[in-house]
């Protein structure tokens, strides 16, 4: 308990003296999850949009796979994205191992099907008389797209907020194809891991509560733009 | 048409709210991007064992090393058997180690192109205060733990082949105990993790374990462990930096890790070394020199 207090306490202190070593890994947690989490946004929209509108054989087989996409162990994703990114590896040429971009890619994957498959649930959800509806106004396909996206907005943001939770949380994957290597692919919960390891757990307290801080006020910002667009 | 409006501003705040968050941390000088080629010549990635990273040493030795040659090390800290098999493929450049037998292997494979000794300290059994097997004080380490084992005293080993782990193995050998079938015994149980985790395991769950004295030491002050047994010769553990042979694996940094291994065996690193942790623990915590 008294670890739990000194942790918080010297998490404060880290925060009020601007700590560069906790400033740097905040930033390139929130940089390496935000990137992730805006590049899931991007790959899995279309395709939670391509899932709930279009019908093709072995459909129902891609759509479990998605689901169970949802539950995605990071170690598993950590460990095959280092397996190709290693030197050794397929794409070792590129030389992203241990780097933030080598863990933008993995978390990526982690987040991608948790934006797929909710997005893909919202817009079934909608009433397909509305479909209908808004082709028969003289709305074009691409109108129509937006338009039901639009109708699904607070479920897309939830989708988000889903999406960034799993990804600033999960230690598996980073510190497989990130190394938590000091200055470069450090982040907070990796090194929360090594700071357990190293027996201060004052400050891995500290930076568990920084993680948790960080979380809320992103989620915060997050929810502000949902409650918002609810009464839009 | 409100709608699209709308929705235009909408997304366009969403994308506003991501990019400030995304620009506010790149105002924070990014870490060197590496994607874009230079590694081979000022990047350098070492794979060690947990022991060099868990006892703090690693943080007095890189920050200095990359001051005096420009270069920028990713530490890797992992058991010693995963760092000869990353030596192996080409994705390490330079190895530091403590499992002789198996770097000698590793050299004889070719997949080394020099390997020098850097450094020593040794291993110690340690286990709750009460010593449930009675062992406290012995000097032959395999007869100790010939007595854990009898005794059927919880014994926790690091089982992740590392450096220790190999030590472990081969100390259960000698006592004339096959290691390979431990893992089905109720009092033997295999962590999994690094010796800072074993450690905590082992002094949480009342068991005894082998640690490198550099992380126990480190770890001390919060731990429920005492040294119980020292100073068997055969509790000897020696570090040696490996540069990665660079002809099986081209984009090796072979220049970055020959100016590692100069670097770690320089007279100006080994009084360092010499002399870390004498300030924290009253002793170093590596010796150099035989």
Redesign the interface.
């Given at each position: 308990m008294e670890t739990i207090w000194a942790g918080i306490r010297e998490a404060t202190q880290l925060l009020l003296h601007r700590d560069p070593y906790v400033l740097e890994i905040t930033a390139l947690t929130l940089r390496v999850s935000g990137t992730a989490t805006l590049v899931a946004l991007v790959l899995g929209v279309p395709i939670g949009v391509a899932l709930a509108f279009l019908d093709f054989p072995g459909k129902s087989i891609i759509v479990a796979a998605v689901n169970t996409g949802m539950g995605l162990p990071p170690v598993v994703v950590g460990l095959v994205v280092a397996l190709m990114l290693w030197r050794s590896g397929p794409l070792g040429w590129l030389g992203l191992i241990y780097t933030p971009t080598a863990m933008v890619i993995a978390q990526a994957l982690i987040a991608w099907p948790l934006v797929t498959g909710l997005s893909m649930a919202a817009l079934q959800q909608l009433d397909p008389r509305l479909r209908w509806q808004l082709l028969g106004i003289g709305a074009s396909s691409w109108q129509m797209v937006l338009l039901l996206l639009w109708e699904t907005r607070l479920l897309l943001v939830a989708a988000i907020i889903a999406a960034f939770g799993a990804v600033i949380s999960e230690v598996g994957a980073s510190m497989m194809v990130g190394g938590n290597v000091a200055h470069h692919t450090r982040v907070l919960t990796t090194a929360t891991v090594l700071e357990t390891s190293k027996g201060n757990f004052a400050l891995a307290m500290a930076l568990s509560t920084i993680l948790l801080l960080l979380a809320y006020l992103v989620t915060f910002a997050l929810t502000s733009l949902q409650q918002r667009a609810r009464r839009l | 048409m409100r709608?699209?409006s709308?929705?235009v501003g909408?997304v366009g705040?969403?994308i506003l709210?991501?990019s400030t968050?995304?620009g506010?941390?790149?105002a924070?000088p990014?870490?060197?991007?590496?994607?874009s080629?230079r590694?081979?010549s000022k990047e350098l990635?070492l794979a060690t064992t947990?022991s060099t990273?868990?006892s703090?040493l690693l943080?007095v030795l890189?920050p200095l090393f990359e001051k005096e040659t420009g270069y920028?090390v990713?530490?890797?800290?992992v058991g010693t058997g995963a760092a000869l098999r990353m030596g192996e493929?080409?994705?390490a450049d330079v190895l530091l180690v403590h499992a002789p037998e198996a770097e000698e292997a590793f050299m004889a494979a070719g997949h080394g192109l020099e390997r020098e000794y850097v450094m020593y300290n040794d291993f110690v059994i340690v286990g709750p205060p009460d010593d449930p097997a009675g062992i406290r004080g012995m000097e032959d380490a395999s007869a100790a733990m010939k007595r854990i084992a009898e005794s059927q005293t919880l014994w926790i080993s690091r089982g992740d082949d590392s450096g220790t782990h190999k030590k472990e193995k081969s100390l259960w050998k000698e006592a004339g105990i096959d290691p390979t079938p431990l893992a089905s015994q109720p009092w033997y149980q295999e962590s999994g993790?690094?010796m800072?985790?074993t450690l905590?395991i082992a002094s949480e769950k009342g068991g005894y374990t082998l640690s490198d004295r550099a992380t126990y030491l480190?770890?001390q002050?919060?731990?429920h462990l005492d040294i119980l047994v020292e100073g068997d010769p055969r509790l000897y553990n020696v570090y040696h930096v490996i540069v990665v042979n660079p002809e099986k694996?081209p984009?090796v940094n072979v220049e970055g890790a020959r100016a590692f291994a100069d670097f770690m065996t320089s007279p100006q690193v080994q009084d360092i070394i010499r002399s870390y942790g004498v300030d924290r623990f009253g002793q170093p915590l590596f010796h150099v020199g035989r």
């Open positions: - | 709608t699209c709308r929705l909408w705040t969403l709210l991501i968050t995304l506010a941390c790149q924070i990014p870490p060197v991007d590496t994607a080629g590694k081979m990635i947990t990273q868990d703090g943080d890189i920028t990713k530490v890797i800290a493929r080409g994705d993790q690094g800072g985790a905590r480190n770890l002050h919060t731990l694996h984009n």
